[in-house]
């Protein structure tokens, strides 16, 4: 089961935005409180709005009321950050996928941190993504990922968690055979794309990769 939610961060393109909720036909859309905010500028009710509703226009409040959806309210002052909230929603519908919109921009210490959740999502059994209309983000772990994209996309990976050991990569420019990758090293940044598929393996441990749209 797949979920999408949509966050507080910064969109760039409403319009490829749209497309990519459109084209992934999510089972669930949650809005997260401001992210709600977005939804809306796309024409696109979510199933759930999830918040302290303090960033959320207030009148899309009521919107969203006579469209039928879910609200579920909590206090401004709470233990957990409205990203979480929502993943915990998304886990009691059975999500075992979920990408993040708005996850990005804006306040450096949000974006860190949604990035950095991540990985609390993938131990939770499920396979999170962050995607905005340049790029996509997600995580390798003692797996091999098949990569689909387009020639020229440029590739980045970064060791998280500890260093990363057994990278191998290949169809891109500058490929790798079961390399040791350090933590947060720049070794794997901007690498780009031979073909519209490209293969990153790891033998132990989280690859963050990040595949930048050629636009």
């Known amino acids: ?34 992210g709600c905010n977005h939804l809306y500028r796309m024409e696109i009710v979510p199933d759930y709005v999830i918040g302290d509703l303090d960033s959320i226009d207030k009148d899309l409040i009521e919107y969203y009321e006579s469209k ?10 709470k233990d957990q950050t409205d990203s979480e909230i929502c993943v915990h929603l998304a886990k009691t ?26 990985y609390s999502v993938y131990e939770m059994g499920i396979k999170p993504r962050i995607l905005t209309s340049e790029e996509e983000v997600f995580i390798v772990h003692n797996d091999t990922k098949k990569v689909k994209g ?13 260093d990363v050991s057994g990278v191998t990569l290949k169809n891109l420019e500058y490929p790798l055979d079961n390399a040791k990758v350090t933590y947060l090293s720049p070794l794997g940044i901007s690498n780009v794309m031979l073909e519209d598929e490209c293969e990153i393996s790891v033998k132990e441990g989280y690859l963050l990769v990040i595949r930048n749209l050629n636009i």
Do not use: Q, W
């Not at 966050?7 to 409180?33: F, M, P, S």
């Not at 979920?98 to 921009?105: M, N, Q, S, T, V």
């Not at 387009?150 to 500890?162: F, Q």
């Open 1 to 34: 089961m797949k979920a999408c939610i949509v966050l507080n961060g910064v969109v760039n393109d409403y319009d490829k935005t749209k497309d990519i909720i459109k084209r992934e036909n999510y089972n669930y859309i949650i809005g997260a409180d401001g």
């Open 68 to 77: 039928n959806v879910i609200f579920k309210k909590f206090p401004t002052h």
């Open 93 to 118: 519908l059975n999500a075992t996928e979920i990408d993040f919109i708005g996850a990005l921009g804006g306040r450096i210490d949000h974006a860190l941190s949604n990035i950095g959740f991540m």
């Open 150 to 162: 387009n020639k020229g996309d440029t590739i980045s990976i970064l060791a998280i968690k500890g």
